[in-house]
């Protein structure tokens, strides 16, 4: 396989790896982190429409792409309600885990991927080690507001995977309208950067929040801008000629290896020996059956 088509391949794990990460660095609340981000990949979409001059959508696909865009805001919200509950370092194996779920049921039930029976049988199979990939993830020796601890990673783990809904719809919506390439980023980054100021003026009120005046709403583009740099170059990766959907997608997601080591030692999110053991293997797992779903026919 091409080394540079490899590398082209690997640029989504800087941009989408070190995301979560930036948005804690930055920090502020979810209303923040959302207003941030999606204005970053707004501003970033529209430098490459103007720069590639990428033709605007209209009518279905415009809606479609949008809605996609409207998806992915709606899920990432809830996600960066999960990273109060749970840390960037638990939180995202748990999502990544679940796009690849996800991903992976949407094929063989609508795509009508895993058609032979022993595909079935590798692809099901990689979907019971992601769950206990997942499940090590969640490990905590703490003992002490055990209670506490659980109704949190309880709660996160909910918000996770309604998310999961928005991420699916995030990448169904184009598909629907066959829509590829660099035309459906700017009306994605648009309807991403509409739901965060909906919700922003929905709490423009709090006195904790102050979205419109918080600088972290702000400092927060950053993140977008590395957010837009995976979105891109997974377009690019996911081409025929370079990676392919399937394998691209698959060396997109190793983005959690990243965002989960960069949670616990940039963001100093603590966890004990054992706890990082368990951490690792459930990584381990997760990329390993993701890599295998990847490949299945």
């Not at 609340?29 to 959302?34: E, L, T």
């Not at 809830?78 to 995202?92: D, I, Q």
Request: charged letters at 10%; hydrophobic letters at 50%.
């Amino acid at each position: 396989m091409n080394i540079t088509n490899i590398l082209i391949g690997l640029i989504p794990v800087i941009g989408w790896g070190f995301f979560p990460v930036l948005t804690g660095i930055f920090g502020g609340k979810p209303v923040n982190q959302i207003m941030g981000a999606t204005y970053g990949t707004l501003i970033a979409s529209i430098i490459v429409a103007l720069v590639t001059q990428t033709p605007i959508l209209t009518g279905k696909e415009f809606l479609f792409t949008f809605l996609s865009g409207v998806s992915w805001a709606s899920a990432q919200i809830l996600v960066f309600y999960a990273f109060t509950k749970m840390g960037v370092s638990r939180t995202m194996p748990i999502s990544t885990g679940f796009q690849l779920i996800g991903a992976s049921l949407w094929g063989v039930f609508v795509l009508g991927n895993w058609g032979s029976a022993v595909s079935k049988i590798a692809g099901f199979s990689a979907i019971i080690l992601i769950i206990v990939g997942v499940w090590l993830t969640t490990y905590s020796e703490k003992k002490d507001n055990s209670e506490s601890n659980s109704s949190d990673i309880m709660v996160g783990l909910i918000l996770v995977l309604v998310a999961e809904i928005g991420y699916l719809a995030y990448s169904a919506f184009p598909q629907a309208v066959e829509v590829k390439g660099f035309e459906a980023f700017f009306p994605q980054a648009l309807g991403m950067a509409v739901v965060a100021t909906i919700f922003a003026f929905a709490t423009k009120d709090n006195r904790v929040s102050r979205p419109f005046t918080t600088k972290s709403s702000y400092t927060n583009i950053i993140s977008g801008f590395f957010f837009a740099l995976a979105a891109l170059s997974y377009l690019v990766s996911a081409r025929p000629e370079v990676n392919g959907l399937a394998t691209g997608f698959t060396l997109s997601q190793m983005s959690v290896i990243v965002a989960t080591l960069g949670g616990i030692y940039i963001l100093h999110e603590k966890k004990t020996n054992k706890e990082m053991v368990y951490i690792i293997s459930g990584l381990l797992l997760v990329v390993v059956a993701g890599v295998v779903t990847a490949f299945l026919k």
